[in-house]
């Protein structure tokens, strides 16, 4: 056989595999009660609807569904869309502002495409979503962690990375914020860090990609305005939103929304990429928006995911032996656990999978210089609230047995 | 609004938009005939036997078929594809040689983002498939075009490259090839020259990219084997198949085969681009495929498109004037028409869709460095028997009125 290792590329030789997604693999047997992944609860699928939808989408439209789609997206989904961002998040956008993708994923390797050469900077918060680190370093980017508190990323922890780069002569390609109830913190950019940190940007000739996965599972308290909306249409802003936390991930359908010009760099690079998102998916998913099903589906499942939020509060405050910490989220599926300094939880993990219990460790969020090693995240949407409880006991235990 | 421009990569600023996507936006009048795309026929689509399929998967299997997926691909389908090898191509591979992914021209991007570093050469037929070209040319591919004759690309053509590039001191990282009724030209190469490039790209220690989206829409002759199969399992051949054109596009579906450690780097890859490809989609292909219904459908469809061919080559024989050539596909979807050398194509297009009728034209096939001007694709299977006739009535009025 020929030698491949010699044939692989810089983008092969810097992917690193996924931590969470070779973790589901290790702790799929039965009896580990997993906080670890970030997966809806399937109970609240609304599997009949979608059933339903497709059935009735292939028979009535089997041309539109079945054929190859256009790149961009599929027009009854790009107008239902443009209607349910006026209505949901007051977002003014046209259809060619508008493109639709696989799923977030798709559109942070997008991101990381088509504006990172290898060893651009870019700026994220520390700790931040894996996944778009994941994409990020295989396009080879140069990452800068800034800094973040209870509110999320801080304005001084932007402008510090800001001024470094630019001290050191480089620039920041793009910004790159989970604004609320972050993966994995749980924490919320409040509206007037937003405002300075987009004025940051500008100044700063860069721009900002706001990931916005989680932000209609909201369980308490207002909701700061959107990046893009503050932006008010100068063109700061690309805001990647997802049907995977709000609907179904199987459908794996996302949309990216940023001004025109830059779409379309987007839509060329997603010919080569792929041709388009699966038509059938898109047509059932406008289907279902314009049915008017899609809100009250959202508003079940944020009393659910609340429920569990408040659960597994009590539980950690029930079981967890002092010196340990953790975030309160308004919305979204995770929160965050501080465990005392001297604990290394990727450590700790294989005495947690030993007692049954399994989380990511903290160490997997960080950009690479930024490192710690005393954090974890506990996801509470998917287990029930019997294994939330015993899942919450079997991890104080493992702390406690890890303490001095 | 900040400057984009300065921030876009190398790979946005080198990825070219897709001819064809292009022109299938410009010609969607309805009174143009587009013999231009590479639509299968959508009448021959099992629209009933899709729409209850996807309904009774999401019915019986909520779970997997609405959740996150693996990245390898849903083990159904998986399991049913070793079988679908095995009975369709005496193909024998384990489930962890496969990756499904979303159809083929994901995994071309994927073997450009696996093996290419910008400015490393590959070598591909010319005219080869535009869209490998636009996913190499995005990931800075420097393309050596192998001379093509009627029985596809010829191993002098390749060894000549091979050569060339050992002599200018680079080495070939891949050598892509459409075995079958390739895009465009609609030629199969011969078993004999299978062998002997395999033998070529072991002694220059490089591999074959192997894309074989039209392989099964065979209406006559005898296939010969694979290059996978003639590898005999040494490694040296990584395949790509679809869906696409034997089942339906619009599910965006196909499938890697290759070495188990370098499929690894794969889904590592596809972890960061999409993390997966629609479970539900897949579930419902797996299903399709254990039903037994999909070779019946081919079945069906070779009739079709073999009907189709035929009457397109009468048409052709019939209206087009001397010193037009065309070549005589033992399958798919494609022929290919030579002018007079002193008509160029692309320009005569403009004059094609003033008479209402559209093709691809050759020099969008073509590597950069090799290209021809006097060539032009036409597809026989979207188009009705008129629509067939009367589009080539319309192509040869056009080129009568280009002949000197």
């Known amino acids: 056989m020929i030698k491949y290792e010699k044939l692989y590329s810089e983008t092969a030789n810097s992917v690193k595999a996924s931590a969470i997604r070779e973790l589901l693999k290790i702790i799929a047997q039965p009896d580990i009660i997993s906080l670890a992944g970030g997966l809806p609860d399937p109970n609240l699928f609304p599997a009949e609807e979608v059933a339903h939808m497709l059935h009735d989408c292939v028979i009535a439209h089997p041309n539109e569904t079945l054929q190859y789609g256009t790149t961009e997206g599929q027009k009854c989904l790009k107008e239902a869309l443009v209607g349910w961002m006026k209505e949901s998040e007051d977002i003014d956008a046209t259809p060619d ?21 290898r060893g651009d900077a870019i700026i994220t918060a520390s700790p931040t979503y894996l996944g778009a680190l994941q994409a990020f370093e295989a396009a080879g980017a140069d990452v800068y962690g800034a800094e973040s508190d209870d509110f999320g990323v801080t304005v001084e922890g932007i402008e510090n990375r800001l001024k470094e780069l630019k001290a050191a002569g480089k620039s920041c390609k793009f910004i790159y914020l989970v604004p609320e109830f972050a993966n994995p913190t ?21 721009f900002i990609v706001e990931d916005s996965p989680y932000r209609q599972v909201r369980f308490e308290g207002k909701a700061p305005d959107t990046f893009y909306k503050i932006d008010q249409g ?3 802003v690309i805001t990647l939103f997802t049907f995977s936390k709000i609907f179904v991930p199987g459908f794996r359908l996302g949309y990216i929304v940023g001004p025109a010009h830059v779409i379309r760099k987007f839509v060329i690079l997603k010919q080569a990429m792929d041709l388009c998102t699966s038509p059938v998916l898109q047509v059932a998913t406008a289907a279902y928006i314009k049915s008017g099903r899609l809100m009250p589906h959202i508003v079940e499942e944020v009393k659910s995911y609340g429920k569990k939020r408040d659960f597994m509060l009590q539980m950690l405050e029930k079981y967890m032996p002092k010196g340990v910490k953790w975030t309160r989220p308004e919305g979204g599926l995770f929160l965050w656990v501080t465990v005392p300094e001297y604990i290394d939880t990727q450590k700790m993990l294989h005495e947690a999978v030993k007692n049954k219990v399994a989380y990511v460790a903290g160490f997997d969020f960080y950009p690479p210089r930024y490192a710690k090693h005393n954090d974890l995240r506990l996801n509470f949407s998917y287990s029930s609230f019997e294994q939330l409880e015993e899942g919450v006991k079997r991890l104080a235990a493992t702390i406690k047995s890890c303490m001095k």
Chains 1, 2 share one sequence.
């Open 97 to 117: 502002q508008l493109l639709i993708v696989s799923a977030s994923q798709q559109a942070l390797d997008m991101c990381a495409r088509i504006f990172l050469n």
């Open 186 to 206: 749980g924490t919320t950019i409040p509206q007037e860090r937003r405002e300075a940190i987009l004025k940051l940007a500008e100044k700063y000739n860069t």
């Open 234 to 236: 100068r063109g700061n």
